[in-house]
């Protein structure tokens, strides 16, 4: 599909295939982040997480390098355009890679890819001997009494609402090439070329590969991931805030100033990876409920940012948005609030179900237990109803 866009003629032909990349794409990116949850312990998660998550950076940024190579290189080659051998280039990667993950992808370690020849059966049980360990169950098919068991608790509206209201907080950093494209010399000619906007923001993507490791190396040392969230939401503030008085009063303000902004915005986006760590924390007795959890807070943010974006950020007042940095100051105030709340929800009362959890099933298998019936009900009601569901699927 990516390669179809080389060779498209008419506006509705892009918003056709876009269609389909969506489609086709959207399972990637939760998919793995719930792959991941079942595959490393709280001391390891967010590392993991935080180096998938930063790969979404390292891609701008190559496609960034490319595209002001195939500018400079490719413009007019064989009689295509230089953005339409960008999707060319772009459709190749995409096919390699998408076929090796047939064979490189280990799925869950209780169910093995089959393809994967370089996994080794032991790999799979250790990983579950440490989800054990780490008070984790096994990974499981979801049901249809896991989605009304998700769907009635209160932790996928609150997860998902933290996740939109963090990432859209900061997301006026994505008009920073729209920011580079309207800055104009005094003699009313574009401040930078085109090769220029595409490469500066390679410098902001490197920012935001960094402190997402930071974020997430951090959160797993210190163990912690709601402080770490704290830290990035009021980060988000600052930028937020002088562009706020920017866009308001630019003839006072130092251009310098927005070009700072710009590039602080990128320390703060660490979220994702320490949002889903965090969840995983949470409830690590329903694998069924943190994969759907990821799933619905990832389309709704989609949902959400697809009118949103439009709204908020309109193309025609860039670079002087009248809404757009304002609302990021509500959004990052909004997530902080958030945060702190789950913080002590989770103290108060999710912690004393996953101690009695972890209680429950250390030292022996979790397969053996359920079978065993060794579980108490009656004491660990959620655990309880994940139990009485799996004994129900299997008869």
């Not at 994967?116 to 250790?126: C, I, Q, R, V």
Request: aromatic share 14%; with cysteine.
């Amino acid at each position: 599909m990516t390669g179809l866009m080389a060779m498209v003629t008419k506006t509705y032909q892009v918003y056709i295939i876009r269609v389909f990349l969506g489609l086709f794409e959207s399972s990637a990116w939760p998919g793995m982040i719930t792959l991941l949850m079942h595959w490393y312990t709280p001391s390891e998660l967010a590392k993991r997480m935080g180096f998938y998550h930063s790969c979404q950076a390292v891609g701008s940024m190559m496609s960034g390098a490319l595209q002001a190579a195939i500018t400079k290189t490719m413009d007019g080659h064989h009689g295509l355009a230089g953005w339409r051998w960008l999707f060319v280039v772009n459709a190749i990667i995409t096919v390699v890679w998408g076929f090796l993950g047939f064979f490189m992808l280990p799925d869950y370690p209780n169910n093995p890819n089959p393809r994967a020849f370089w996994f080794d059966k032991s790999h799979g049980e250790l990983a579950m001997a440490r989800l054990v360990r780490h008070g984790r169950a096994e990974p499981r098919k979801v049901s249809w009494a896991g989605v009304k068991r998700t769907f009635s608790s209160w932790v996928v509206y609150f997860i998902t609402a933290l996740y939109v209201a963090s990432v859209l907080a900061p997301s006026g950093n994505s008009y920073f090439g729209l920011f580079l494209k309207a800055m104009k010399n005094p003699d009313g000619s574009a401040r930078w070329t085109t090769a220029e906007v595409n490469a500066i923001p390679i410098g902001a993507s490197a920012i935001n590969v960094v402190f997402v490791w930071i974020w997430a190396i951090l959160s797993d040392l210190i163990g912690s991931r709601w402080t770490l969230l704290v830290a990035q939401f009021a980060i988000d503030f600052i930028p937020a805030i002088i562009m706020t008085i920017w866009t308001t009063h630019p003839m006072s303000t130092p251009i310098s100033a927005a070009y700072v902004s710009y590039f602080l915005s990128y320390i703060a986006l660490g979220t994702a990876p320490l949002i889903f760590s965090w969840l995983s924390d949470l409830i690590p007795q329903d694998p069924e409920a943190r994969s759907l959890v990821v799933g619905v807070a990832v389309a709704v943010y989609y949902a959400v940012s697809a009118w949103s974006n439009v709204l908020i950020w309109p193309a025609v007042e860039a670079p002087y948005y009248k809404k757009g940095w304002q609302a990021s100051i509500g959004l990052a105030a909004f997530a902080l609030i958030m945060t702190v709340l789950l913080r002590i929800i989770d103290v108060k009362f999710m912690r004393p179900k996953r101690e009695a959890f972890a209680a429950a099933i250390e030292g022996e298998e979790v397969g053996v237990e359920r079978a065993a019936g060794s579980i108490d009900k009656n004491n660990i009601i959620s655990q309880g109803e994940i139990i009485k569901d799996d004994l129900d699927d299997r008869r």
